[in-house]
């Protein structure tokens, strides 16, 4: 890949952003012209590939989805477009996001008139961390891609590594000791 030659051209509000990191509105770099260098990984690819390094808002609406289901039951199901509107997310989104807690037991859906989804167990049983992991989220805060690749270049580990490494692990260990019931009574530790 090269970078890209000229003067960029961008109709966002971060353009003077951009122009300061020379990078153009898609994040390729940006050179004066008859400057040309390969460029191996653009700021935004980076960016994408590392995206594991917070969690996202899949895994986020999907815990406030089944939350406001376990608050909300009433010995029928709920409709997501009810669970949509109380939330303020998109129905298209949250439908995406049931689509894989369902197959991963943690929701059962009744069709047709009245139907909707129900907790497949007690709201006290269903750990945060079992929902983060249904719908393919990683605790994740290194940059590392898998155990056999490092941080760096030359599969090297940073010298954080292990800091980092560590502060995933401990995100891990309080997801999986707080369950629904203890969001919606608010005990939290």
């Known amino acids: ?8 051209f961008c109709l966002s ?13 898609r994040g390729r770099l940006w050179l004066p012209r008859n400057d040309v260098i390969p ?10 590939k590392n995206k594991h390094m ?10 406030m989805a089944l939350v406001d289901i376990a608050q909300n039951y009433k010995g029928k199901p709920i409709g997501l ?9 998109t129905l298209n ?4 996001i049931f689509t894989k807690l369902k197959p991963a ?3 059962n859906s009744t069709r047709g008139p009245g139907g909707g989804y129900v907790l497949a ?6 750990k945060i961390s079992q929902i983060i992991d249904a719908v393919e989220e990683e605790i994740k805060i290194t940059r590392c891609t898998s155990a056999d690749n490092g941080c760096i270049v030359k599969k090297a580990k940073c010298v954080t590594h292990d800091l980092w490494h560590g502060l995933g692990g401990t995100i891990r260990s309080y997801l999986d000791n707080i369950s629904i019931s203890d969001v919606i009574s608010g005990d939290i530790k």
């Open 121 to 126: 167990e007690l709201p006290e049983k269903i």
């Open 81 to 89: 477009a009810e669970v949509a509107i109380r939330q303020n997310i």
């Open 13 to 25: 509000a971060k353009k003077e952003i951009l122009k300061e990191r020379k990078m153009d509105c």
């Open 93 to 96: 989104y949250l439908e995406q």
């Open 1 to 8: 890949m090269r970078a890209k030659r000229g003067n960029p």
């Open 39 to 48: 460029v191996a990984m653009t700021f935004l690819d980076e960016y994408k």
């Open 54 to 63: 917070m969690l996202t808002t899949k895994g986020r609406y999907a815990v």
């Open 105 to 107: 037991g943690i929701v």
